[in-house]
């Protein structure tokens, strides 16, 4: 079993920055890949970035270079900086483990880009 918890959202400016934190607990051991999506009213939860154990990443074209997703080892945290922010980046944002066979998601973080 996997428990995460994201904090960091809120209500940013255009062009603003935030900061997303998934703190991961349990059998932290057996993650293969972690990554955030997020979801609007009326439409499917979508990939914005995951990171596999290894160190790949992959990110959303719409995302792309102005988020990054990295891991703090020491505080078994995956953290996603998102820069530039668009009111179109506004959605609840999820954590989400998975291990061999088994999908892991936090309850999700409220982030609001608006003037």
């Known amino acids: 079993q996997v428990q995460l918890v994201e904090s960091g959202g809120g209500l940013v400016q255009p062009g603003g920055s935030l900061r997303l934190s998934c703190a991961a607990s349990g059998s932290i051991f057996a993650i293969v890949s972690m990554g955030w999506y997020r979801q609007t009213p009326g439409k499917q939860r979508e990939l914005v970035a995951t990171?596999?154990?290894?160190?790949?990443?992959v990110y959303a074209d719409s995302v792309k270079g102005r988020f990054t997703i990295s891991r703090d080892k020491a505080q078994n945290t995956w953290n996603l900086q998102m820069n530039s922010l668009k009111s179109e980046d506004t959605a609840v944002y999820y954590c989400?483990?998975?291990?061999?066979?088994?999908?892991?998601w936090g309850n999700g973080t409220l982030v609001t880009v608006s003037s």
């Open positions: 989400n483990a998975l291990t061999d066979g088994t999908a892991y």
């Open positions: 990171a596999t154990r290894g160190g790949s990443t």
